[in-house]
């Protein structure tokens, strides 16, 4: 059984910063890619940031600069720094992690985090 477990999240002013983590647990061979997402009221889940095993590194356009992510593989943990918070990055954000396996011969699978909040006030 896989576990992901998030934290940081809260209430800020703009131009103020957060650091969210997400740790994952449980029988874990090797994890591809780690990542977060978004989901505004009313509106889609939408990529923020991904980060492979490698290191390689995607963002929204909406967050670059701004944001920054980074991963600790030894602790299955990935993190994610906001600085320059703005009142249209409230939301609440979800981990992702996509590619996980639990032994070398099982196939992968992907697993969500069960959310955390980020509001940011004007």
């Known amino acids: 059984q896989v576990r992901l477990v998030e934290s940081g999240g809260g209430f800020v002013q703009a131009g103020g910063s957060l650091r969210l983590s997400c740790a994952a647990s449980?029988?874990?061979?090797?994890?591809?890619?780690m990542g977060w997402y978004r989901q505004a009221p009313g509106k889609q889940r939408d990529l923020v940031a991904t980060?492979?095993?490698?290191?390689?590194?995607n963002y929204a356009d909406s967050v670059k600069g701004r944001f920054a992510i980074s991963r600790d593989n030894a602790k299955n943990t990935v993190y994610l720094q906001m600085n320059s918070l703005k009142p249209e990055d409230t939301a609440v954000y979800y981990c992702?992690?996509?590619?996980?396996?639990?032994?070398?011969?099982?196939?992968?699978?992907?697993?969500w985090g069960q959310g955390i909040q980020v509001t940011v006030s004007s």
């Open positions: 980060i492979t095993s490698g290191g390689i590194t």
């Open positions: 449980g029988s874990i061979f090797s994890i591809n890619a």
């Open positions: 992702n992690v996509a590619g996980l396996r639990v032994q070398i011969s099982f196939p992968p699978s992907d697993y």
